[in-house]
Structure formats: structure tokens, C-alpha cells
């Protein structure tokens, strides 16, 4: 069993937990995740590790509330446990080489990307970040990205805070105005993703995606998060979940991310916590 050290709300769907997981915070590193699962008879469920503190044995995890596993993990509280915390696993992220960077993240992508963003400032990278939320209520980690960020911008598509419009609009004007960046990072929903590598890949800057299949053993063996990338079968668990934007068939992996949408509907609907938690 693993405890839960701390819990906060950050937005109305997303909490952030930080969990006693020793042997996973001495060898996490930015981009990989863990597999948990709530209690004994719940589903296997990926997060990508959002933090760690090897010294207090702590691993951060970031998730939205958007079905019933997420609504249970999202009832429990500090102090009291989940029944398995599995990690760390799939590759961590490479940033060798890289002295500009620029961090694209959407909604809960950005819980993903800001490890990333600390990882690259820390390593001396000049780290311009860009992310994007649906309204204002929906911001998350604006403050922990500023911290680690030369350049922030802040987008909502409604316009109730910073810019207006979609991530990609400041990436453009940024790439069009010269900057030139050794790597641009996208993380977040697959069709933000895919709207990214249509800009980055014009401009030919060389940009790494994080994918987000359907996983179940996060081992290789079930074949559940296959990806076609560069027309080679690729699996997100242990060769990923990071991969070149260019290469990936993001079409295929948005059909294969709908596979299991009515189950998913059926057990919401079974859900009493999501009909108090989620509208
Ligand atoms: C490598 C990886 C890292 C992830 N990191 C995060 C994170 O840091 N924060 C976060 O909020 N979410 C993250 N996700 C997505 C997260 O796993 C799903 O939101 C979660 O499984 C939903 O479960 P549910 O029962 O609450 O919802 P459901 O109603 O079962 O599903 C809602 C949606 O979640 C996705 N999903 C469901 N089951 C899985 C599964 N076994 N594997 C992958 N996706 C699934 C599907 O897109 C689905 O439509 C990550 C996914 C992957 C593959
Ligand atoms: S989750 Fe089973 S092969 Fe990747």
C-alpha cells in the first residue's frame, strides 16, 4: 500500500497528490510514469510522474477527474492509501544537446511538461514555454512555470486570460520572428499535438511529442499502446512515451484513443462519485 502524503485541488478537475513511493522517487527522472491502482479489484491506470523528491521518498502526480478511476483516486485523502504505485517506466525524456527549447503544453499536458521545463532550465537551457487552457478557471502551474521559464505565454481559447487562441499561434509568430529553437516539445491532447508537428515540421524544427495510449501492463507484453511511427509498430510503455512528432501516424492514434469510449461511458454512468465530482 502506498500513502498519500499531500492533496490540492488545482482547478475544479485536476489534483495534485503526492504519494510515499521511496524506491520510485530513487530513480524517477522527467518523462516517464507510474502505473496505480486505487484499491485491490480497480483498474491499471498511467500518470506521468510530475515530480519527485528523492531525499523524502515523495513522487508528485498530476491528474484530471474524466472518468471513474480518476473520480475514485480523486476521493481519497492525505494520509489515507492506494493499492499499487508502479514506476518508474517508459524512457525518461533526452534534452542532451538542447540550449533553446520550447515547451508546448495543453490543460493537463502542462503537469507533464513542467518537470521537463525544470529539468531543461536547471540544465542551463534557455526554456520559453507556451500553454494553453480552455478558460481561465482551467489554468494550472502558471506560477511553477514562470519559475522556470525565460519567456511564458499563457493562452486560453476563450480569451478570459492571456492570449486568445490556440497554442500554435504564439509558436508560429515565434519561429516566424527568428527564434531559433533546437527542439520544441509538445505535450498535451493528441489533436494540440498533431496542430503543433503541422507548424514545427513546415518549419523544420525538430520537435518530440509525448504520447498517451490506452495503457494496461506498461510492460510491452499486451500490445494496448501501440503507435505507428515511421511506419515501424512502436509501443508507448517502453519505447516512448516520447517520440518524434514527424514520424507519428496521429491519425491512427486518434481513432485507437475513442477504442474503449463506450465502457468508459458505461462505467461513468455507474459512477455515483462522478455525478457529484465532473459535469
Ligand atoms: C503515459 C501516460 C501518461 C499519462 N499521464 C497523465 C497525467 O499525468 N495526468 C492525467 O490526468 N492523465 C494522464 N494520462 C491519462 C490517464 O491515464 C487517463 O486519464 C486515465 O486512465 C483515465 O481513467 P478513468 O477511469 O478515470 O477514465 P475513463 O473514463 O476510463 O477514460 C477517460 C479517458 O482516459 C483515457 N484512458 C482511459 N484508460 C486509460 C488507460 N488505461 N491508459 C491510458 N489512457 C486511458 C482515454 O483517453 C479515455 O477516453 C496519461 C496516460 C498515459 C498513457
Ligand atoms: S501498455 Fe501493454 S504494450 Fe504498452
Redesign the pocket.
Known amino acids: 500500500m502506498f500513502k498519500i502524503v499531500s492533496k490540492r485541488k488545482l482547478n475544479s478537475t ?1 489534483t495534485m497528490m503526492e504519494i510515499y513511493a521511496p524506491l520510485v522517487a530513487k530513480k524517477a527522472q522527467a518523462g516517464q ?1 507510474i502505473i496505480l491502482r486505487v484499491n485491490d479489484d480497480g ?6 510522474i ?1 515530480g519527485f523528491d528523492r531525499e523524502a521518498g515523495t513522487v508528485k ?11 475514485l483516486l480523486n476521493i481519497k485523502n492525505a494520509g489515507e492509501y492506494i493499492q499499487d504505485f508502479v514506476g518508474p517506466l ?1 524512457c525518461a525524456t533526452r534534452i542532451d544537446g538542447i540550449s533553446k527549447v520550447c515547451i508546448v503544453g495543453g490543460g ?1 499536458g502542462c ?2 511538461a513542467l518537470p521537463l521545463a525544470q529539468k531543461l532550465h536547471e540544465a542551463g537551457a534557455e526554456v520559453h514555454s507556451i500553454i494553453g487552457f480552455r478558460n481561465k478557471d482551467l489554468i494550472i502551474l502558471e506560477d511553477e512555470f514562470k519559475r522556470c521559464s525565460d519567456k511564458l505565454t499563457v493562452m486560453t481559447d476563450d480569451g478570459s486570460y492571456g492570449g486568445k487562441g490556440f497554442v500554435t499561434a504564439p509558436l508560429e509568430e515565434a519561429i516566424n520572428s527568428g527564434e531559433n529553437y533546437d527542439e520544441v516539445f509538445a505535450i498535451g491532447p493528441l489533436i494540440m499535438m498533431k496542430s503543433v508537428v503541422a507548424v514545427t515540421k513546415q518549419k523544420k524544427v525538430p520537435t518530440t511529442v509525448s ?6 501492463d506498461g510492460t510491452g507484453m499486451c500490445g494496448g ?1 501501440r503507435l505507428t511511427v515511421g511506419g515501424n509498430i512502436k509501443f ?2 517502453v519505447d516512448g ?1 516520447d517520440f518524434n512528432g514527424f514520424d507519428v501516424d496521429f491519425d491512427e492514434a486518434i481513432v485507437r ?2 477504442m ?2 463506450e465502457f ?1 461511458a458505461r ?2 454512468k455507474n459512477c455515483n462519485l462522478l455525478k457529484s465530482e465532473v459535469k
Open positions: 485536476v510514469f483498474e491499471r491506470i498511467p500518470l506521468t510530475a502526480i498530476i491528474f484530471q477527474i474524466v472518468g471513474a478511476t480518476t473520480a517508459g493537463v503537469a507533464i504520447m498517451n495510449p490506452i495503457m494496461i499502446c508507448a510503455c512515451p484513443s475513442a474503449y469510449k468508459e462505467a461513468c
